[in-house]
């Protein structure tokens, strides 16, 4: 995951990254599966090349190696990438900034989930990333990412909730500003370690990208064919319309 500032500022993920490992890396992937299935895996060739783009703790790079697939990770974050290692053994994991990381390989398709780029936080910084991506990209090669919506943002990101386990607690406390299309998410964790519970406090933030400012942007770095669609967790895949909770994108670099 990536937010504001330069890299260092990426160290704010890493006292997250216990928690995300525990309870979210692997919430998602059951839901996005399908999906990605439908919109990208079953138009790339046998042990074809992917890179997982802010892939965290790193349960994603696993299921696609598992499937076949050469997978790298790319994170931000050096605590995400080291439960990484442990999640994905074998796979290639490096630390770089989405918004300018540099790979000596090309791939058959980019992929990057679970609201990732939402921690993008300007328009101008998104069009960074889409260039890097499509720099990396085979002739023909597929980009497939999702974004929290407005919808998303106003019915899940409106409230606390507590997790509360023998060796540790996580209070969340969410919210989002229609004004500037920003959400927050604000989490104190307690853990119990040998000699006694330790305390973390986490703040993180994510813009609400328009889909037009979106499909723009993938256009000014050279991306075609681009496609939109809606999600919701109950209904799956459906239209993007301003009920949609989640979207996806899906583009392609121009075959030479």
Not at 84 to 101: C, K, T, Y
Not at 103 to 127: G, Q, W
Not at 133 to 158: H, I, P, Q
Request: proline share 3%.
């Amino acid at each position: 995951c990536y937010n504001r500032g330069d890299m260092n500022i990426y160290s704010a993920y890493d006292p997250f990254a216990w928690i995300y490992n525990q309870h979210w890396g692997h919430s998602f992937l059951p839901f996005v599966l399908p999906v990605l299935d439908n919109l990208v895996l079953s138009k790339l060739p046998k042990n074809a090349r992917i890179l997982d783009l802010c892939c965290g703790t790193g349960q994603m790079a696993h299921q696609l190696t598992n499937l076949g697939y050469r997978t790298t990770g790319i994170d931000g974050s050096s605590e995400m990438l080291n439960y990484a290692r442990r999640n994905a053994p074998g796979v290639e994991l490096r630390q770089a900034d989405a918004r300018s990381f540099e790979l000596p390989d090309k791939y058959n398709a980019v992929i990057s989930v679970f609201d990732s780029l939402n921690h993008i936080m300007s328009t101008r910084e998104l069009k960074s990333v889409f260039a890097q991506v499509y720099k990396v990209l085979r002739s023909g090669g597929l980009f497939m990412f999702d974004l929290n919506t407005e919808a998303g943002y106003l019915l899940e990101w409106s409230g606390d909730f507590t997790i509360v386990e023998n060796d540790h607690v996580c209070v969340v406390r969410s919210t989002y500003n229609r004004k500037i299309h920003i959400a927050d998410f604000d989490a104190t964790i307690f853990r119990l370690k040998d000699d006694g519970w330790y305390r973390d406090d986490v703040v993180l933030y994510q813009k609400c990208h328009a889909a037009a400012a979106v499909k723009s942007a993938l256009k000014s770095a050279g991306f075609t064919d681009i496609e939109t669609y809606g999600f919701d967790w109950q209904s799956g895949i459906r239209v993007l319309d301003k009920d949609a909770r989640r979207a996806f994108f899906l583009c392609r670099k121009p075959k030479n």
